[in-house]
Every structure is written in structure tokens, then in C-alpha cells.
């Protein structure tokens, strides 16, 4: 494994350090955890973006009622 150093502001540094304890954690393990979940996040994320353009550069785009559907899913989720 490999370190790194970040520098902190005060605030996040605290509350890292005060999530940590919480849950039983060291702050670097929590971190760590954190930046594990970012980065497969936005690797779906940018997978996605990617299928979106090659089907956008196909011609390939959502009708007017997959769109209204997805903006019900979401204003409902929201709504909870």
C-alpha cells in the first residue's frame, strides 16, 4: 500500500476524525473507504456519459414519454 498526505481544512478534518470514532474506524480506513466509493461512482458515471454520447452519435435519443417517465421516477423519489 501507498500513503498520501492531504491537507485538511480544520472543519473536515474534524468531522473525518469524528465519523471515524463513531463508527469504530480509523480516519485513513474511513478516507480511504470514501475515496474507494468516489472513484466507482464516477467511473459509472463516466461509463454512462460515454454509452449516452455513442447512442446520441447514432441518433439514438429518449421519446417524449420515456423522458416524462423519468421525471416522475425521480420527482417521486425526491418527494420521499
Same mark, same amino acid.
Given at each position: 500500500?501507498?500513503?498520501?498526505?492531504?491537507?485538511?481544512?480544520?472543519? @473536515?478534518?474534524?468531522?473525518?476524525?469524528?465519523?471515524? $470514532?463513531?463508527? #469504530? =474506524?480509523?480516519?485513513?480506513?474511513?478516507?480511504?473507504? &470514501?475515496?474507494?466509493?468516489?472513484?466507482?461512482?464516477?467511473?459509472? @458515471?463516466?461509463?454512462?456519459?460515454?454509452?449516452?454520447? $455513442?447512442?446520441? #452519435? =447514432?441518433?439514438?435519443?429518449?421519446?417524449?414519454?420515456? &423522458?416524462?417517465?423519468?421525471?416522475?421516477?425521480?420527482?417521486?423519489?425526491?418527494?420521499?
Amino acid at each position: 500500500m501507498t500513503g498520501i498526505f492531504l491537507n485538511l481544512p480544520e472543519d @473536515l478534518s474534524n468531522s473525518l476524525s469524528d465519523l471515524a $470514532k463513531t463508527n #469504530d =474506524q480509523t480516519a485513513s480506513y474511513l478516507a480511504m473507504d &470514501v475515496l474507494r466509493d468516489y472513484i466507482e461512482h464516477e467511473k459509472t @458515471l463516466t461509463a454512462q456519459i460515454e454509452r449516452a454520447v $455513442k447512442e446520441a #452519435d =447514432q441518433g439514438i435519443f429518449a421519446t417524449d414519454d420515456q &423522458v416524462a417517465a423519468m421525471r416522475a421516477m425521480r420527482w417521486s423519489r425526491n418527494a420521499s
